[in-house]
């Protein structure tokens, strides 16, 4: 059985669309876990830390679904 360069394409797009997940998941994750720790040491910033959290958590969401698209994007040019 041979494999071709498509083969290799399709399973690079998915490989890639699998890291871009993970690095999203433990990004916001990361995230997640400071925003706590900042807000049980100042529970009077908890507007403002939370703000940031969002506005960072859905930066990285953007980045990683743009990432994504190419990924499927380029296993389709196939």
Do not use: D, H, W
């Not at 403002?48 to 499927?72: D, H, P, R, S, Y």
């Amino acid at each position: 059985m041979e494999i071709t360069n498509a083969a290799y394409a399709l399973l690079s797009a998915g490989f890639g669309a699998g890291l871009v997940t993970f690095g999203a998941g433990v990004g916001i994750g990361k995230i997640a876990s400071s925003a706590m720790e900042g807000i049980a040491r100042q529970p009077e910033a908890t507007a403002k830390i939370q703000t940031a959290m969002i506005i960072a958590a859905a930066l990285i969401e953007g980045i990683a679904l743009f990432c994504a698209v190419i990924c499927f994007m380029l296993s389709a040019k196939v």
